[in-house]
């Protein structure tokens, strides 16, 4: 069942998230928009590691999810309930806000871009500070394998909240948009061409860059597949990008890291050995080329650490890197 969450885009159409589970068990509304939740300690304590395993092996593709169900399922003689299981891993993006779209520090609109390389157009959403009456350094903000779900645009706003002006592009703007169900939106993106998606976000690095809030400096945040595109952008357009933060994002293809100029800080957490198992080599190439890079690794922490919108969220390691992204937004953009 999809329901609203009260939250209306720009356009007028209302958010919605998959409600067929209650969450309520799992995170307490926050009192204010603004406020950070309370996570219940239940859901890194007591849920077992393989299942935030299997839920991101479901979440790639590599199982599907009755299988990705079946292996719940045997977590019930723990005395797990599956309901209980399957809401501490799915999003609840109601309880999951930390600005509101309707902050009055934030201007929050959506904009189209030409993308010929890619699928003609792209759309996504813009925000920037209220307070702006010039121009400030630009960030690009990348999602999941899922479009611009609630999460991401709820990242953007922080961005802006921040100072700069970010834009989230949705990737699946060819397809109508991001659905409102996450299952639904990875089903959607691994539809189109993954070469189009790319020259789409390459496509709108340069659109931000050139826009008329722009002081011409470029950053770009991402998770996940949104990482690997922040990888990406580093090594296709080293020249118009001038600061990356991949979230947990695999590296470029091999033969372009050479290309990488701007200074990278790339998080990754502990416990997602998927992706951490391309660091070793892109370390190297990384070394290679000089480029001027930090790794952090969050001890203890999933793969979507920083989506605070489902169970693998880690509050304490989320703020931290957050922190640490911004911090480096300012070091190489202001």
Sequence with gaps: MMRSTGEKGVDGMPIRFNAQVTRSNVYRKCETMNTPRTQDVTTQLDIPQEAFDWYDEYAHGVID??????????????????????????????????????????????????????????????VSPSSLTGKAPVVLVIHEN???????????????KAGFTAFAPDALHPSGGYPGNDDEGRRLQRELDRAKIEQDFIAAARFLKGHELSSGRLGAVGFCFG????????????????????????????????NIKSP??????????????TWAEYEDDLKAAKVDYKMHMYAKANHGFHNDSTGRYDETQAALAWDRSLAFFRQHLT
């Design 65 to 126: 999810r009755r299988t990705f169900m079946s292996r719940l399922a045997t977590l019930t003689a723990t005395g797990l309930s599956m309901s209980a299981l399957v809401a501490a891993l799915t999003p609840n993006y109601a309880a999951a806000e930390q600005v509101s779209f309707n902050d009055p520090d934030i201007t929050a609109r959506y904009a189209v871009f030409s993308s010929p390389q890619g699928h003609g157009e792209g759309r996504g959403y813009l």
């Design 146 to 160: 899922r479009g611009l779900n609630p999460y991401i645009k709820d990242v953007a706003r922080r961005v802006a």
């Design 264 to 277: 990278l800080l790339i998080q990754l957490a502990e416990l997602d050995s998927r992706v951490n198992g």
């Design 227 to 258: 990482g690997y595109v922040v990888n990406m952008l580093a090594a296709t357009i080293p020249d118009a990008l001038n600061a990356g933060v991949p979230f947990y994002g695999t590296p470029a293809a091999k033969p372009l890291r050479k």
